[in-house]
């Protein structure tokens, strides 16, 4: 007999879920934001070149142009379709996929809250996040302080560099006593691991922290701001205690320049011998017959309850995750 038939969460844990689950279904209704179900599989894939998707292959009819189908890594191109359909401001919790990723905070399936608000700018969306945020730790009773800082600025307070002026040796230099295997390694990695190396493990505990204005070359799916050393991508992150929870943008509505940013992803693929994939021919349709200004964020919805229940591991928060599935 297999001895992991057993769920990894304990029961408390899966009646926390529940009533997280309701929690965020009562915040969105208080605010007349329309909860919606998209697809789980998609003949597009999300061709970000450090985002793996699973593939499968579709055998029956209507198959269209090709039978190979993915599993979405996030709900956000068929919200956006929606959205440039009118529907308005909605939301989706739901089960996502990415492959290659398992571990103490990852696991290949895992549940994803996104939302997305109309008329409003990424500062604004941040602090609804906050908002949702105090009041699911409000379910175990633990208070949060928030607070507010810009990528720039949380760089030059850790770590005492710009990193919208520092050369790739300096940001190199303040990684000095880590082991980095820095083969191909670009600026942006860099950064990113100053992030995760460096920053996140000097966070407080209970901070609730709004990190805002990213570098311009880490716009993603975001508008970009500014000239010059001031350009910015107007997405933000947020974090509690060191974990990243969520990741929102002003979203881009330009179709041609969405279009060019995939192209961009799929030419850095086959530059590390990955395979091209397919973009979302979908979504710029959408995008063409337009987007509202709108901005969006997804959240970790098993991080979140990692948090809130004090797990060490991501397996302690799902029922049956990795070889338990």
């Not at 090709?66 to 379709?81: A, C, D, G, H, I």
């Not at 929606?82 to 895992?110: K, Q, S």
């Not at 300096?170 to 000095?176: F, T, V």
Request: with cysteine.
């Amino acid at each position: 007999m297999l001895a992991n038939w057993r769920p990894g969460a304990s029961t408390d844990a899966l009646v926390l879920r529940a009533r997280l689950n309701q929690c965020i279904r009562a915040f969105f209704a208080a605010r007349g934001v329309l909860e919606v179900e998209t697809p789980l599989m998609s003949a597009a894939a999300n061709t970000e070149p450090n985002i793996r998707s699973f593939a499968l292959d579709y055998s029956g009819p209507n198959a269209g142009p090709s039978r190979r189908r993915y599993l979405r890594t996030s709900p956000e191109f068929p919200l956006k379709r929606l959205l440039a359909a009118g529907v308005g401001d909605c939301y989706e919790l739901g089960r996502v996929f990415r492959d290659g990723e398992c571990g103490g905070r990852h696991n290949p399936e895992f549940t994803m809250l996104e939302w997305y608000r109309l008329g409003i700018d990424h500062y604004r969306l941040m602090d609804e996040v906050a908002e949702l945020l105090l009041s699911a730790f409000a379910l175990v009773g633990r208070v949060l302080k928030v607070r507010r800082a810009s990528y720039r600025a949380l760089f030059c307070e850790h770590i005492g560099i710009d990193p919208a002026l520092a050369s790739e040796p300096e940001l190199r230099a303040a990684l000095a006593g880590h082991d980095i295997d820095a083969d191909g390694l670009e600026r942006d990695d860099w950064l990113d691991l100053l992030l995760t190396h460096r920053i996140e493990p000097a966070l407080p505990r209970d901070e609730l922290l709004l990190l805002h204005d990213f570098p311009a070359s880490q716009c993603a799916l975001a508008r970009v701001a500014g000239e010059g050393v001031e350009a910015h991508a107007c997405r933000f992150e947020v974090y509690v205690g060191g974990v990243e929870l969520a990741n929102g943008y002003h979203e881009l509505s330009d179709a041609q320049e969405q279009r060019a940013r995939f192209e961009r992803d799929n030419q850095r693929r086959r530059a590390r011998g990955d395979v091209e994939l397919p973009i979302d021919e979908h979504l710029l349709a959408a995008l063409q017959h337009g987007l509202p200004d709108c901005a969006g964020v997804a959240l970790g919805v098993d991080r979140l309850m990692m948090l809130l229940s004090g797990a060490e591991r991501i397996d302690q928060v799902i029922a049956f995750a990795g070889p338990r599935a």
